[in-house]
Nanobody
Framework: QVHLVESGGGLVQAGGSLRLSCAAS????????VGWLRQAPGKEREFVAA????????YYADSVKGRFTISRDNAKNTVYLQMNSLKPEDTAVYYC????????????????WGQGTQVTVSS
């Protein structure tokens, strides 16, 4: 079992920045890929970014490339999502998710999920 807890969401003006954190505990996280997904009101859940814990492979959705950065702190078992140049269309609930298979996360399926954190970007 993997337990994920997100933090760092909030309200920010367009052009601003936020950093989300995902603290992982439980089974050895080193075997997993951890990612961020988001869901805006009335829209389907979509992939944002992911990082493989052991090798550090990184993946981004085209919509966030150049603006968002995913990283991990092995000592703290925490994954971060630094979000810069935020746009109103980035408004969503952001979920941290973990799975053995990166493809599952990129297809918005994962074995383990956090509770989500709200990000609101005002225009």
């Amino acid at each position: 079992q993997v337990h994920l807890v997100e933090s760092g969401g909030g309200l920010v003006q367009a052009g601003g920045s936020l950093r989300l954190s995902c603290a992982a505990s439980g089974r050895t996280i080193g075997s997993y890929t951890v990612g961020w997904l988001r869901q805006a009101p009335g829209k389907e859940r979509e992939f944002v970014a992911a990082i493989s814990w052991s090798r550090g492979y990184i993946y981004y959705a085209d919509s966030v490339k150049g603006r968002f950065t995913i990283s991990r702190d092995n000592a703290k078992n925490t994954v971060y999502l630094q979000m810069n140049s935020l746009k109103p269309e980035d408004t969503a609930v952001y979920y941290c998710a973990a799975d053995y298979q990166t493809a599952e996360i990129r297809q918005t399926r994962a074995e383990y999920w956090g509770q989500g954190t709200q990000v609101t970007v005002s225009s």
